[in-house]
């Protein structure tokens, strides 16, 4: 497509635009007026499509004379604002496309060049008459303006979703817009499908570039999540009869029970007749915002072909006095314009003809399409769109006021530039009088939110537009969504999830989706319970029996908050097993590591602080000695805290520079792809793990001088045996894990994470449950008196 585009624009550039001979500069060509205008300091350009072709009884289009309203009272609430761009007043210039790529090149040249039919002596360098253009994103009209604006970097602000072939091209910076690109659409589509389980869909999309790239981006990210096409199917208005045939047998033999729906409202208006007439109904449909906020299509939706259809819609948005001028008709009665009085008489003059008389004018209709007309005109369902050539307006006001140095009043002597205006365009950041924050990325794009639409049935048996969510891409991608539906979610899968003893073998030919369930080999499968859970539940129980005694001695003497944290780490040490177990992915593959990492950490300082806490008391013994007020609570909060912290730094660093992926093993069987957690980097995954033993061998050598304490006392001698075992386990896990291959290396992680844990769980606490639930007698202070180190610690706490 893109050299047809330069063809026409080199073209309607040497025909329309202007010729050169000498130093004679002479407007050539047909000159082409404006459709509403108003004069001022400054120009904003508009292109709107009020008519379908170009015929001049053709019937207007509302939406555009509302568009075109919008921007007029933009630039009316600019120019009576005494804080923006004083001194200066904006005028328009809009003209009419008549959806034709021909006519939008016109009237773009002409909002660039002027309209004077003039000669003049002077070169064809002149500036150009807008400073910026406000327009609807059609995909012919908006390309060819787009390509032929382009070398004059006079900024397009569009105002309905563009296409995503535009935000692509790194050629023409100058498109600007006020909503979301078809991109961000595409990948929301794409996340609300998975959303709801759909993993077998099929597609029908619009033959042109809006629906054939907006749907390729659509199938980019639906495979990254295991979605699958069955088909996708392209449509246009003019196709012959066979090639629409050829669709609905496709569809009729299809499986899949969602549709997702690239296409346009005229697209679907005719496509509704022909799905009724061979039966196609009971499908989900997925809707762009194209179509899904349609209330014609609604409308015209009689046998409930779209009925439960969910999809995305700009979010709701409302302009203080904007409704009341677009409703008040003697704005457009007064306004002077043809295209006004056209759209005057044929909503008001002909509805009184058709009533009163039996001839009608030739711009009359029948009484149905006016009550249609009517209601349009009266819906404000599309405020959202109105709210965006609103803001459009603003932005350009907002450019211009910083560029024109603004104070009390504005200098209009020397106007910007367009490269210097654009630019300043794509750093503007304000808010609108109703509170909206509004401003441009990188690539000219708004942040993109929608709202989940579902079409519901209301009492009457009509349909209604009902907001069931909401998507807003600057959130992380897990939480972007969130939905509100109680209706039942309807099932579209090619085949069901495999249970418990089986395994998927893909079908010959298919997609990933379709697959058939075949028993595992013996060895493969475990009914068998996680063992962590268990870990988990007996660390529980035992912070229980802990908490219930907390006021014995022999908890206090134990130092009961570094053992309720000590406890609290060790549950972690178990569940954090479980992110080893089952399908990896990239979350659980960065997850696992640095989750192990961490609560290991935590656990050994733990009990790295209560062996130094244990030497320091006995010296505190002597006599003179003054050590123990630097071994506190607060001390030992602090030095736990610190030894976490730095393990944390580690593992950001880690997930910064190369973090852990996933990873199709192919070499390791040929005849099996291994899916397993690619370390990222190996000096990452080993420093984590390095870091854990030093404290750990710390913790054991502090903990084995300790070991000559009175016999009474035994919580040394209990961590120099917990310590032993864990440095055991994790000294022998090394060459058992470097020498494991595939799936086996993951088994070696839970057990050495298993067995590390109940060592510590078993050899710490096990002896102080034995003596709180079987051995009460051996629980009292008199027992504990002699104990220098039981007494102090009694002291302490009551201090």
């Known amino acids: 497509m893109e050299p047809v585009f330069a063809l026409l624009h080199l073209v309607m550039t040497i025909i329309i635009f202007s010729k050169c001979n000498g130093t004679d500069c002479t407007l050539l060509g047909e000159s082409v007026c404006p459709q509403i205008s108003k004069d001022g300091d400054v120009i904003i350009g508009g292109i709107f499509s009020f008519h379908s072709s170009w015929e001049i009884t053709d019937f207007l289009d509302v939406r555009a004379i509302q568009f075109s309203q919008s921007l007029m009272f933009a630039i009316e609430e600019i120019n009576n604002n005494s804080s923006l761009l004083p001194g200066v ?18 009237v773009a040249m002409a909002l660039v060049n002027g309209n004077e039919n003039s000669v003049s002596n002077k070169p064809c360098t002149k500036p150009a008459q807008v400073q910026a253009i406000i327009g609807e994103s059609f995909s012919s009209v908006s390309m060819a303006v787009v390509m032929n604006i382009g070398p004059f970097s006079i900024p397009l602000v569009i105002n309905l ?78 196709y012959s009869q066979e090639k629409v045939m050829r669709i609905i047998e496709q569809i009729k033999s299809s499986t899949s029970q969602v549709i997702v729906g690239f296409v346009d409202p005229s697209d679907l208006e005719i496509l509704l007749d022909v799905f009724y007439e061979h039966n196609i109904t009971g499908y989900q449909w997925v809707g762009t915002e194209a179509w899904i906020l349609n209330p014609l299509l609604a409308m015209l939706d009689k046998h409930n072909t779209l009925q439960g259809a969910i999809g995305l819609a700009v979010p709701k948005a409302e302009v203080t006095g904007l409704k009341d001028f677009i409703l008040d008709l003697n704005q457009v009665k007064s306004a ?173 030919g298919k997609p990933l989706c379709c697959f058939d369930c075949i028993p595992c080999a013996e060895g493969e499968i475990s009914n068998k319970t996680v063992v962590s859970i268990v870990g988990a539940l007996m660390t529980l129980a035992i912070s229980l029996i802990f908490f219930k005694y907390k006021n014995t001695p022999i908890v206090k003497v134990q130092n009961s908050e570094l053992s309720f944290l000590l406890l609290f780490s060790l549950t972690l040490c178990f569940l954090c097993s479980l992110t080893f177990i089952g399908r990896p992915s990239e979350w659980s593959c960065m997850l696992r590591h640095t989750a192990f990492g961490i609560t290991f950490v935590l656990c050994i300082s733990c009990v790295l602080r209560k062996t130094i806490v244990v030497l320091m008391a006995f010296r505190a013994t002597l006599p003179g000695s003054n050590v123990m007020k630097w071994f506190g609570p607060p001390q030992q909060r602090l030095s736990v805290l610190a030894f976490a912290l730095i393990q ?129 007698e051996k629980n009292t202070k008199n027992l504990l008196h002699y104990m220098q180190i039981g007494s102090y610690f009694v002291t302490l706490k009551r201090s």
């Open 336 to 508: 002077g314009s043809a295209i006004f009085t056209k759209y005057w008489e044929t909503l008001f003059h002909c509805k009184y003809k058709v009533k009163n008389d039996s001839e009608h004018s030739p711009l009359c209709t029948g009484e149905e399409e006016l009550s249609e007309m009517d209601n349009t005109f009266t819906d404000m369902s599309l405020m959202p769109y109105f709210n965006n050539v609103y803001k459009g307006v603003y932005a350009i006001a907002h450019t211009l006021h910083d560029l024109l140095g603004c104070k009390e009043t504005c200098s209009t002597k020397k106007q910007p530039d367009p490269l210097t205006f654009l630019k300043q365009l794509k750093m503007v950041h304000f808010k609108t009088k109703d509170g909206e924050d509004v401003y441009f990325d990188k690539n000219g794009d708004p942040a993109a939110t929608y709202e989940v639409i579902n079409w519901q049935t209301s009492k009457e048996r009509q349909h209604e537009f009902v907001t069931v969510g909401l998507y807003d891409s600057t959130f992380p991608v897990n939480s972007r969504l969130t939905l509100n539906l109680s209706s039942i979610v309807p099932i579209s899968v090619c085949s069901e999830s495999c249970p418990t003893g089986t395994r998927k073998a893909v079908q010959k």
């Open 161 to 238: 979703p563009p296409l995503s072939v535009l935000v692509t091209k790194k050629n023409i910076p100058h498109i600007l817009r006020t909503v979301p690109s078809d991109y961000h659409q595409s990948r929301a589509l794409a996340e609300m499908v998975r959303h709801f389980g759909w993993t077998w869909v099929g597609a029908i999309r619009r033959d042109d570039d809006y629906g054939n790239s907006g749907m390729a981006a659509f199938t980019q990210v639906a495979q990254q999540w295991d979605i699958c096409l069955e088909y996708s199917l392209p449509f246009f208005k003019t």
């Open 648 to 776: 944390v730094l580690i593992c950001m660093l880690w997930l910064i520079i190369s973090p852990p992926f996933l990873f199709k093993n192919q070499e390791l069987f040929k005849e099996k792809i291994i899916l397993e957690c690619n370390f990222g980097s190996s000096i990452g995954f080993w420093a984590v793990l390095g870091y854990i033993g030093l404290l750990a061998l710390l913790c054991f050598v502090l903990a084995f001088l300790a070991r000559k304490l009175p016999d009474n006392f035994n919580e040394a001698k209990c961590i120099t045996f917990s310590m032993l075992v864990f440095c055991a386990v994790w000294i022998t896990f090394i060459p058992v894990y470097v020498s494991s291959p595939g799936k086996f290396t993951v088994a070696v992680e839970i057990f050495g994470i298993l067995a590390s844990s109940f060592g510590l769980l078993f050899c710490i606490f096990l002896p102080k449950c034995y003596i709180i639930i079987l051995k009460p």
């Open 89 to 106: 007043s904006l005028g328009y210039k809009i003209y009419d496309a008549c959806t034709s790529k021909a006519v939008g090149v016109q």
